[in-house]
């Protein structure tokens, strides 16, 4: 078998891992954010980030399971099997799926459109920086903010045409994380993974060594991360 290089989502298996064993001590070894792909015949099987994939070649403790055809990205709770599966990268069993966000991105080019995106404040800890990852498709980040209804709250990645940034870097395209709360901000602070796609960005991208990514924070006010692409330009 081929060199496993998964990262492990050691900020939340000890929160989920309780709900994908059983009372014989039947534990996942492995947890990781993928992207979900259903097949003609209603199988599915599972894709990272760097395009590996894998199927769920042993479903028994899964095994009424259906993807949710609006849910793109979620957590999957695995263990490795020995068996190889034709056209896959790795053959799992199957313990666990957890849908996590999956919003969109879009370019601003109107003072109108900018006003119709909230701007709730979204936590993000330097420490977590390790937890988030940044591809051709997909942004992921690790985030916290004050949550009594989880349904309520949406993400949006957005190129801010309107206003000037306020720090940019050359060779990076400033983007900026817009955080709907729909009014529910009065709750704990909750931790959740979030994935934004940036396809729709794919043109500003292109000649691009990777992001510049705006946060408007609870504690910290605006703060700015750097994001690079893989196999920087």
Known sequence: MKKFGFILLAAITAALAPSCNDDKGDYPG??????????????????????????????SRMPHFTPDDEQKRAIVWFNLLDEPVSGYDYNIALYGVDYIYAGTSQVVNTQEELDQLANNPTSFMVDYLSYSNFTDEWLTLYVGYPVTDNSKHSFTLIVNNVEEPEQSEE???????????????????????????????????????????????????????????????
Not at 30 to 54: A, C, E, K
Not at 193 to 221: C, F, H, M, W
């Open 30 to 59: 492995y947890s990781l954010i993928t992207s979900i792909r259903t097949l003609d015949d209603g199988s599915f099987y599972f894709v990272r980030d760097n395009g590996q994939t894998l199927y769920p070649g042993d479903r």
């Open 171 to 233: 060779g990076y395209l400033d983007v900026e994380l817009r955080h709907n709360a729909d009014g529910d901000i009065h709750g704990y602070t909750y931790w959740y993974y979030i994935s934004l796609d940036v396809t729709p960005l794919a043109e500003l991208l292109k000649d691009k060594k990777g992001i510049s990514l705006r946060i408007l924070t609870q504690q910290n006010g605006t703060k700015y991360l750097k994001f690079d692409l893989p196999g920087e330009k």
